[in-house]
């Protein structure tokens, strides 16, 4: 499995949105200077974070993007899946119909475990996690 880039940056967007914020509204330019992304690539992850509801936007002067709940109700896992789809390294570790082999096939076994490796990682990091450890390593 392969995080592509972007979800990288949209863990780095939401990261940079709940350091930054402060309960106002985060102009994405700013965000695109900090993490040094191009404004126009964060706009259509924006975009897609938007749909999903984990961020709002404010128009208009001093307008810019909010996260719509407190940092620890964001799991890494919730924001990589808005960009990444499923997280699982093959369809059959999460669809038992994807193929006629599926009731004699060992190997689906190490796919699962993977996937439940991956997903016991992502969904028990928190943003506000990703917060503090970022002030522990940056302040």
Excluded: N
């Excluded at 979800?7 to 780095?12: D, K, M, N, S």
């Excluded at 369809?91 to 996937?115: H, L, N, P």
């Amino acid at each position: 499995m392969k995080i592509s880039t972007k979800g990288r940056y949209a863990l780095r967007l939401m990261l940079d949105i709940a350091l930054t914020g402060s309960g106002q509204p985060v102009p994405l330019r700013d965000v695109a200077e900090r993490q040094e992304i191009s404004d126009k690539y964060l706009e259509q992850i924006v975009t897609q974070l938007g749909r999903a509801g984990l961020v709002r936007s404010v128009r208009g002067a001093g307008g810019g993007y909010l996260l719509t709940r407190p940092p620890a109700e964001y799991t890494v896992g919730e924001i990589l899946r808005v960009l990444e789809g499923s997280l699982a390294p093959v369809s059959c570790a999460t669809d038992g119909s994807c193929c006629a082999r599926m009731d004699r096939c060992v190997t689906v076994e190490v796919w699962a475990k993977i996937q439940e490796a991956v997903a016991g990682v992502v969904d028990h990091i928190t943003l506000a996690d990703l917060v503090t450890r970022y002030h522990e390593k940056c302040d």
